[in-house]
């Protein structure tokens, strides 16, 4: 994504920069199911573009923040707990998430928000 003016708005918004077959590569490759119906944005679209009942997920969340679909429970505590709608996560702040959750997995320990809170503390920025 990259920053553009948009005549007649206030300031700067995301337009979304990516081509159709780097879309089609993480569908596929991330393996969503077709009744999720997974839509490439139209040319010029921003992030706050999205049809009603759909949200906007950035391809760094997959490609660097190693974010998978369908979210696990804990990703869900998370959010619930911080207050942060998913589309807020930056892609260092879900490889956190997703670092404590596979290390305390691979140690057989079930991944909870107050033990993630001795480790890290989250921040919204506004």
Not at 9 to 28: A, M
Not at 78 to 92: A, K
Not at 94 to 101: A, I, L, N, Q
Request: aromatic share 16%; with cysteine.
């Amino acid at each position: 994504m990259t920053e553009e003016e948009n005549p007649g708005d206030e300031g700067p918004l995301s337009v979304l920069k990516w081509d159709q077959g780097l879309f089609e590569q993480i569908t596929r490759g991330f393996r969503f199911p077709p009744e999720w119906d997974a839509r490439y944005p139209g040319q010029n679209q921003t992030a706050t573009d999205a049809p009603p009942g759909y949200i906007t997920l950035f391809e760094d969340f997959f490609l660097q923040g190693n974010f998978r679909l369908p979210a696990t429970e804990f990703m869900a505590h998370i959010l619930q707990y911080y207050g942060f709608h998913i589309s807020q996560m930056s892609p260092p702040g879900m490889v956190r998430v997703r670092h404590f959750e596979f290390l305390c997995r691979s140690h057989g320990i079930e991944p909870i928000v107050d033990k993630f809170r001795v480790f890290y503390q989250l921040i919204r920025n506004m």
